[in-house]
């Protein structure tokens, strides 16, 4: 609590992060925080600004830009940017509003740039030894590194009581 106060004194406050609990699901490729359960994914054939992008239900860790409309490939949509919560980088956008009637079924729903994310679970992770197989667990971290690490993602855990 003490640390918690200094740092909202500070006004950096704490950045709490969800962790979906059972793979397989997306990261971030900066900071390996949690974004999307796999099976979430609608849609695999969408076009993002930088390449390939899948059409999500659903994600966690996530923060909103402003909403503004934009000419995309499909029409003028209303938009907000999606970041990762855990370290800003810009991962996709998520649909406010489709103003063509036949595009409706996106609003409510994000789309993640696939060279913004990971996949975690069926593949091995970027710190998994080299020769593993996919799916394959990481060997154990000596002495108490092991519990500031979560799903072998090698990402450090946010949360305050997890801490080690």
Not at 7 to 16: A, C, D, E
Not at 35 to 64: H, M, P, W
Not at 65 to 73: P, Q
Not at 80 to 109: F, M, P, T
């Amino acid at each position: 609590a003490n640390l918690s106060n200094q740092l909202k004194q500070k006004g950096m406050g704490l950045i709490l992060q969800e962790f979906i609990e059972s793979p397989p699901l997306y990261a971030c490729i900066a900071c390996k925080a949690h974004i999307a359960r796999r099976d979430a994914v609608i849609s695999r054939t969408f076009q993002g600004r930088l390449g390939r992008a899948f059409l999500t239900e659903a994600v966690v860790n996530e923060k909103l830009g402003r909403a503004e409309d934009r000419l995309l490939m499909t029409g003028m949509h209303t938009v907000c940017n999606l970041q990762c919560r855990g370290c800003g980088a810009l991962i996709g956008w998520k649909y406010v509003r489709a103003h063509d009637r036949s595009q409706q079924y996106k609003e409510g729903r994000y789309v993640l740039e696939q060279s913004r994310i990971v996949p975690v679970g069926a593949v091995s992770p970027p710190d998994a030894p080299p020769g593993s197989p996919p799916g394959s667990p990481l060997p154990p971290l000596p002495g108490a590194a092991a519990s500031r690490y979560v799903y072998g993602l090698g990402s450090r855990n946010t949360s305050p009581a997890l801490r080690g």
